[in-house]
Every structure is written in C-alpha cells, then in structure tokens.
C-alpha cells in the first residue's frame, strides 16, 4: 500500500477562492510530482520536486498555481484563484528516483 | 517535450480472453515504460515496467516494449472481471518527469 498522504480528500471552494492541498510523501523518496486528472481520466502533469527543489512545470502551475515541498514538512499545492475548470482530482505521486512513482489518494477539488 | 498516446480508448472484452492495450511515445530518449492500472475511486497503481526492448512477463501479464517503433503494449491472458480499471500507460522524459497516457477503459464481462 501507498505511503503517500494527501490531505483533505474532498475540497469544496468557491470561483475565485484559494484552493490548497497537501501531501506527504513516502520517506526516503525524493522526487515527488503532482498531477490532475480531469473528469475525463485524463492525466496531466502539474510539477514535480526534487528535495525541495522544482524541476520543472507547465505555464498553468508557473502562472496560478504555487507548490512547494519544503523539508521536514509537508508539501503543498495551492491555486490562488479557484476557477470551475479546476475541479479534478489532484494526485501527488512520489518516487525514490526515475522510475516507478507511488500515488496517494489524491484530493478531488470542486469549484462551484 | 513527450507526447504519450494510448489506445483504445475503452476496450470490453469476455471472461478468458487475451487483451492488448497500446501505448505510443514521441522521445526517443525515454528510458522507463509502465503501465499503471487504476480501479474506480482508487489511486492508480504500478502493474508492470519495463527499461530495455524485448519482453517481460509476470503471471497472466505481459508488458512489450519495442523503442525503435515508439510503442509499448500490455497484454493480459484468461481476462477476469477483476482486471476491470482504468489502464494508463507511462513514459519518463528527462527532469524525473513521468508522462502518462489519457487510458483505456477495459471492462471484462462475465
């Protein structure tokens, strides 16, 4: 079983509200990702970390989204202004190097 | 910047049968291939991976990966109903980054 926590498992905001979620990866994993996956099981890729550093992410994450995996705490993936297009299931994944990675349960956002 | 392609895109199939899912890639560079399966309201999960061309096989599972052609497939022999899920397939691109395809539905019927 996954060791990969993610908090909250459901979250309900408003158009225009920030949205934060949080995941705590397995131990010993370095590189943690995150991804959304659309109401059509489509996966994208959000961002992903190596420690706490970003390696790389799309324009969306870069322009409304801010994430961060700071040590000894949890990380965090906030959208500053909530649109209805964001509403998805929001994965966070981690893995001890470039190979399989190890998904939570994700927190489905709704953005009514 | 990699593009993963799967399909079909939903697949049924009776109870016993041989199921093949197809997976494209467009870097040649890619280096890991893997299949993930995900049950509904389940977090998706690693079922099978692969480095090198050629062939690997666990239980009623096979996973092919032939890099000059850009394409790698998952094959499941004697389908049961409890293989039912979303199959996404994956392929890394530099920078750790894991690139999934959009899935196949498979349902297996009784």
């Known amino acids: 079983n996954s060791k990969v926590i993610q908090t909250p498992r459901y979250l309900v905001k408003g158009q225009g509200q920030k949205a934060k979620m949080r995941c705590i990866p397995e131990k010993g994993h370095p590189v943690v990702f995150w991804y959304q996956q659309n109401k059509n099981n489509e996966f994208k890729f959000l961002i992903n970390f190596q420690n706490q550093e970003v390696l790389q992410q799309i324009d969306m994450t870069e322009k409304r989204f801010s994430a961060e995996c700071p040590s000894n705490s949890p990380c965090s993936l906030e959208i500053q202004s909530s649109e209805a297009g964001d509403s998805a299931l929001y994965l966070c994944a981690s893995s001890p190097a470039n190979t399989e990675v190890f998904f939570g349960k994700g927190t489905r956002l709704t953005v009514v | 910047q990699q593009k993963v392609q799967q399909s079909p895109e939903s697949l049924i199939v009776p109870e016993g049968a041989m199921t093949s899912l197809n997976c494209t890639f467009s870097d040649s560079a890619s280096q890991y291939f893997a299949w993930y399966r995900q049950h509904s309201g389940k977090a998706p999960k690693a079922l099978m991976s692969i480095f090198s061309n050629g062939e690997k096989e666990e239980g009623r599972f096979t996973i092919h990966l032939n890099k000059a052609s850009l394409h790698f497939s998952l094959h499941i022999r004697d389908s049961q109903p409890s293989d039912s899920a979303l199959y996404l397939c994956?392929?890394?691109?530099?920078?750790?980054?894991?690139?999934f395809g959009s899935g196949t539905q498979l349902t297996v019927m009784p």
């Open positions: 994956a392929a890394s691109s530099g920078s750790w980054q894991l690139i």
